[in-house]
């Protein structure tokens, strides 16, 4: 078989081209289920990014990330923290779990952004840090709650 330069240019775009795709929040969500392992419930959301090769991600994997993150505080603001409001017993309890597992979810799209930034030669030690202790914070609060009910809520939200 004869490679052509019109054919490496192709492989090499496919190569370098996102492993996302658009998902709505619903297919997303981690906020349901049982608190405890929110931590690797949302690294297996995105366990299609290379780790070994954050230098290489593609833009559209960037964008993806960010509107993670973006719904994610769309889904704390409009749907969790009303619902909380309005609930009281387990009933909140469990939904203040769900809430819990839904910033894991956004905050490890943030992290795994700067992640990439910082490979591809960002200056963002500083708000890596700062996630990171926002991450710990809230991975921790998961964890004290484990085996207990988590209440996931409908949104209708999707990814870019």
Request: proline share 1%; with cysteine.
């Amino acid at each position: 078989m004869r490679l052509t330069l019109s054919f490496l240019a192709t492989y090499v775009a496919l190569a370098q081209a996102g492993v996302f795709f658009q998902q709505t929040y619903n297919e997303i969500s981690i906020s349901g289920g049982v608190a405890g392992n929110a931590q690797n419930e949302a690294m297996a959301v995105f366990n299609a990014l290379d780790l070994d090769n954050l230098a290489n991600v593609d833009q559209a994997d960037m964008e993806f990330l960010d509107s993670v993150n973006q719904i994610c505080n769309d889904v704390e603001t409009e749907a969790f923290n009303p619902s909380i409001d309005a609930a009281a017993g387990e009933t909140a309890d469990a939904l203040q779990r769900g809430k819990i597992k839904n910033k894991v979810l956004k905050i490890t799209a943030t992290i795994l952004k700067l992640m990439v930034q910082a490979a591809q030669g960002g200056d963002v030690e500083e708000r890596l840090g700062e996630e990171q202790a926002k991450l710990n914070n809230n991975v921790q609060q998961d964890e004290n709650e484990a085996g207990k009910m988590s209440t996931f809520l409908s949104f209708d939200a999707a990814t870019n």
